[in-house]
């Protein structure tokens, strides 16, 4: 986990795209404690608001719902975050 955020943060990695609770509690579990800061400052895309709130609850502060999980909605969500 700790070399593989390191290799995130070095490639300037801004956003993340998570499809379930599931994901985000392995993502969670991967980054080490004190990079925790780091990750839940990245812009997070979500398919759903329950995913939303699970992330508002483990810290992360920029997230974007996007309409769904299907590639479709969430290609168009980081569409919409590239445009802000």
Known sequence: GDALTRHW????????LVTSGE???RLLELVPDRQQPWLHDRQLVVPSPRV???AAAAGFTHITI?????????????????ME
């Open 9 to 16: 943060q070095a490639a300037g990695l801004d956003s993340l």
């Open 23 to 25: 994901l985000l509690q």
């Open 52 to 54: 939303a709130e699970l």
């Open 66 to 82: 996007a309409q769904g999980a299907s590639n479709q909605a969430l290609t168009a969500a980081l569409e919409l975050r590239k």
